[in-house]
Nanobody, 123 residues
Framework: QVQLVESGGGLVHPGGSLRLSCVVS????????MGWYRQAPGKQRELVAS???????TYGDSVKGRFTISRDNALNTVYLQMNSLKPEDTAVYYC?????????????????WGRGTQVTVSS
């Protein structure tokens, strides 16, 4: 029932910018946090940025000063503004949501993932 859909990926030249969006749909009671992870070929998935319901943000060391995470609570949407992109930013970017929702008649805290959106930084 819960679905996360990412958008905004694509091909960009080094130094360029992209804005990713992730929309959470379905019946949810609250969002504890949302974030972005990425996985490059042959590498492990890593945290890019996250934001809590209270607005606290966390960034991976490799993107600090270049990426900004934000949210629109009314739309259940999280954004990732990516500036000064580098070839090493090339990866599939996945949206993650830490949600409270009803499962089998009980409120549970669960993680959900989007299918990912490809970001390629190349000349």
């Amino acid at each position: 029932q819960v679905q996360l859909v990412e958008s905004g990926g694509g091909l960009v030249h080094p130094g360029g910018s992209l804005r990713l969006s992730c929309v959470v749909s379905g019946t949810i009671f609250s969002i504890y946090a949302m974030g972005w992870y990425r996985q490059a070929p042959g590498k492990q998935r890593e945290l890019v940025a996250s934001i809590t319901s209270g607005g606290s943000t966390t960034y991976g060391d490799s993107v600090k000063g270049r990426f900004t995470i934000s949210r629109d609570n009314a739309l259940n949407t999280v954004y990732l503004q990516m500036n000064s992109l580098k070839p090493e930013d090339t990866a599939v970017y996945y949206c993650n949501a830490d949600l409270r929702l009803e499962v089998a008649g009980m409120l549970r805290r669960r993680d959900y993932w989007g299918r990912g959106t490809q970001v390629t930084v190349s000349s």
